[in-house]
């Protein structure tokens, strides 16, 4: 069982889940010096990446000649760390936890004498845990109304999908135009059917759709939204106008409707993929940082660089 494997499967997994998305704390970095990165406010410290460092490279998973990992393969494990640590706080957010059971499905199939079996725990648990975390996320259900309500008014993105107006129109004069009668009190609506390009606005009242439900989850968004609108409607506040934002299309302002319009829509989303759905909308919405000694991290490709 090579440990290097388990760490490139899940950084590949982790960008497919991003779908190279742009989310709001692209780059950061660590003041304290003693911390690797920090994720949601959790801290792995330089010493605990040492010392995981030495093991990897004592064990033969990772090649070194000086005695010190290349930074491509640091780069590579911090990324896996991001998610291991991203793994576990949306699994205890959500009722759920990998059971030594889940394990077991991984440690019945590694053979007698393999070198996994002289790793410390530190290093079984990490390579066992991101191999098994893709299952347990799946068992994730849609949270009760109440709870959906209160993440979705947190956190629009975090609900997994996002249920947006907009008003597309030609210059970034007319956008901030709109944007300052709707400041005004002006009703969003109205706006999008009087002034909106979009084809379908007079219809919609500029409510994005996909398949006539309200909400689309995000995971879609990449296949029809350009980046930058995506990023603008995961930093955007319920209920709150907001922009301009350019695209290809022209110039957007952007509202995450109220939880009281699309609570219906947000709920009926396929039940079978809550878990993968709810695991990216927070994934989007954590805040990851770096030690610039380390590398930055790239949400848009969802590792470290």
Known sequence: MKLTKTFLTSRAIFGVLTLGLTVLTSCGTVSQSKNVLTVNGANYTVAQFERLSKELISTKQLPSTT????????????????????????LQANGESITDLDRKTVTDTIAADDPYHSWSQELQRLSIDLSVAKTVVARVKTPDSKKLEKMYSASPGSAG??????????????SRNILKQLNDGADFIALAKEFSTEPTAKETGGALQLEASDCIPIINFPDIYDLDF????????????SGPVKSALGYHIIMNRPYSEIAESLSKLPA????????????LTSKVTVNPRFGTWNSALGKVE
Do not use: Y
Request: with cysteine; glycine share 10%.
């Open 67 to 90: 005695g010190q990992i290349a930074g491509a393969d640091s780069k590579n494990i911090l990324s896996a760390l991001v998610r291991f640590i991203m793994d576990d706080e949306f």
């Open 161 to 174: 999908a996002l249920c947006v107006r907009h008003i597309v129109v030609a210059t970034e004069k007319e």
């Open 230 to 241: 995506i990023q603008a409607v995961l930093g955007a506040k319920v209920g709150v106008p």
């Open 272 to 283: 079978a993929d809550a878990g993968p759905r709810l695991a990216l909308g927070f994934f």
